[in-house]
């Protein structure tokens, strides 16, 4: 029989060994959830080469410029909003946050490797998706450190967003409504269609979305070359903070 | 020699300090008067029926939920304010099933989840050990909704363990166990208490707190109705005697006046005879000595000590 010194020990590892450890698990979870990666992987790539090689909606030519920068931000809303939105929901249905509670891991420890797993699989994601782009004839123009901040921004708020729904609703409910609001502003987010064709209030509307700012404000880097409107980036800053303040306000870890 | 005086005060300090602990959810569930206190290097076992009130009171000393009123004090810490300095000393196996909440990533392998919690320790067992002791080498790959009931507690006590805690909070930790592994478990609990380790368990299970336990507190309805060694709580003179059966109405003055001092006889009900409070090999010689001197036949003569059983059920009847 094996002995063990069960002796007690010295308490918490340092902080970013349990940090690390905590992402690995985070990212390998993330990774291998069939539905998790159809959302974050095959979607997007599926909705990439459809929207640029099929005649569906009536875009600016070349297709696959118009069709990049609104995949993109799909991209960074299905990882950082849906994904965690449901995986985070159901860790806490399953009282996984709470057991975690009880180690020596903190909440910003949780919190930091949540996002770093995120920011891992969306640099995963938008790889691909360039490089598959590039393959159709993409050809980006503009300022690369616009992109990142748009990206990153994005992250921020979807991130809160996804946070606040897990945290506060039931499980279910935030695997139907996080389905919901993927689908939605995958309409109206200019991803399949520029929001110059909808009405003008239509159109104020959906530029205050933040997957519809998003798409926006890359648009106008990657196909024009020049810089984000402010409008969008003060959109997405908006929805990044009240989404941050809500979800630590009305975050419950059990 | 102040500063030893002080080292030798903390070593004896309880390691768990519980005084009148409330907890409401509603007018009857919650608790509304628990006090304990759990020393380290032994086990102390919260006895009571399903919905007693015993997990609030083991979740409140963890950290997991607020107290109404009243302190508890894990380590001289306070378990919510001080939660994140204590934290890395507990070891905590919550209750299995129930809610559904286990706890554990449903699609994670035992071996990863496992090495997950050893990474937040400083000084964690070794992993390989920890599945060789509990049995759960063959399940090591296994995901955590695919391993059975007493699987996925085996993995539960090691991750509660695997930090090498102070403090040890194992919420009913042989529910669903075959008995194999009941008595690996309680092997373990055995190592741990002589290791030193504080251990606060749950249970329901009258046989497990007796077999297992230094100090048994048995909660009832949100409050604590006794506690002590299970030999404390047994050795109550009422229960404990020699009774025999014979023809009703015999001259029991003659018979008090044959038996050790202090011991008394009454006929129960009519031809049922009980000699107490203490029974020895003279209190029976002198029984039967004297039933056969009276011509009359001791029939289904017992001696009994009373059980955790008993009293348990003598405490809790009242709530029934």
Known sequence: MTTLDLAPGRGAAPRRRAYA???????????????????????????????????????????????????????????????????????????????????????????????????????????ILCAIGAALGWSPHGNAGDVVGVLLLGTACFSALGL?????????????????????????????????????????????????????????????????????????????????????RWFRWD | MLLRGRAETCRVAAAVEVNGLVRRYSPTAGISDVSFTAPAGAVTALLGRNGAGKTTTVEICCGLRRADSGQARVLGLDPARDHRKLAPRLGVMPQAGGSGASGVYPSARVEEVLALYAAMYADPLPVEDLLERLDLRRVRRTTWRRLSGGEQQRVSLALALVGRPAVAFLDEPSAGLDVHARHTTWELVREL??????????????????????????????RVVASGSPADLTRDASARGL?????????????????????????????????????????????????????????????SSRSLEDVFLALTAESS
Request: hydrophobic share 50%; charged share 15%.
């Open chain 1, 164 to 248: 606040l729904m897990a945290g506060s609703l039931r499980a279910e409910a935030t695997l139907a409504g996080a389905n919901l609001l993927y689908l939605a502003q995958l309409g109206v987010g200019g991803v399949a269609f520029p929001l110059s064709d909808l009405s003008p209030s239509q159109r104020h509307l959906a530029e205050l979305l933040p997957l519809g700012a998003m798409s926006e404000g890359l648009r106008h880097v990657l196909n024009r070359g020049i810089g984000v409107p402010l409008h969008d980036w003060v959109t997405i800053a908006v929805w990044a903070v009240a989404g941050a303040v809500a979800a630590s």
């Open chain 2, 193 to 222: 208490r002589s290791a030193g380790v504080a251990i606060i368990l749950t249970t329901h299970d009258l046989a497990e707190a007796a077999v297992l336990a230094d100090a048994v507190v048995i909660i009832d309805a949100g």
């Open chain 1, 21 to 127: 450890a905590q992402t690995r698990m985070e990212l390998r979870l993330l990774l291998r959830n069939g539905e998790q990666l159809l959302l974050t992987m095959i979607i997007p790539i599926a909705l990439l080469v459809l929207f640029a090689k099929a005649p569906i909606a009536d875009v600016p030519k070349p297709r696959i410029d118009f069709v990049m920068p609104g995949i993109l931000g799909l991209a960074v809303m299905s990882t950082a909003f849906t994904g965690q939105a449901i995986g985070t929901g159901f860790e806490r249905r399953y009282g996984v946050l709470r057991r975690l509670s009880t180690t020596p891991l903190s909440r910003a420890g949780l919190l930091a490797a949540k996002t770093s797993a995120v920011v891992l699989v969306e640099t995963l994601q938008v790889g």
């Open chain 2, 243 to 303: 009774r025999f059966e014979a023809p009703p109405g015999l001259p029991l003055g003659d018979l008090e006046a044959v038996l050790p001092d202090g011991a008394s006889a009454q006929e129960v009900r009519p031809g049922h005879y009980a000699v107490g409070p203490r029974v020895d090999p003279d209190t029976v010689a002198a029984v039967t000595a004297w039933c056969a001197k009276q011509g009359v036949l001791a029939d289904n003569l017992t001696t």
